[in-house]
Nanobody
């Protein structure tokens, strides 16, 4: 219960695109800000993007700004991360997470996100 499920990862060539999806198991995402994070083996988990409960506020890491777009469809209880112009440096396991704070949507600190998914692998390689 109270677990998020990511999907949409895979292998893509540099310059390609992927759309990741985040859905909830056992609860609705509509009452949470949602963040996307990624992690490479041996490195700290880093924030990629987040979106507020109502979808009116978004934040992006400098490393992905202009290349990714976060959005949510409350009717479908789903949050998306559209990733374009992918680079090998984007290779990582991508996680979505839920922040229950009414005004939540920040990439730091990560501890504000209380519920997490299992991750989906994104590999950018030729």
């Amino acid at each position: 219960q109270l677990q998020l499920v990511e999907s949409g990862g895979g292998l893509v060539q540099p310059g390609g695109s992927l759309r990741l999806s985040c859905a909830a198991s056992g609860f609705t995402l509509n009452n949470y800000a949602i963040g996307w994070f990624r992690q490479v083996p041996g490195k700290e988990r880093e924030g990629v993007s987040c979106i507020s409960i109502g979808g009116g506020r978004t934040n992006y890491a400098d490393s992905v700004k202009g290349r990714v777009t976060i959005s949510r469809d409350n009717a479908k209880n789903t949050v998306y991360l559209q990733m374009n112009s992918l680079k090998p440096e984007d290779t990582a396991v991508y996680y979505c997470a839920a922040d229950p704070r009414p005004f939540g949507c920040a990439l730091n600190p990560i501890r504000t996100y209380t519920y997490w998914g299992q991750g989906t692998q994104v590999t950018v390689s030729s």
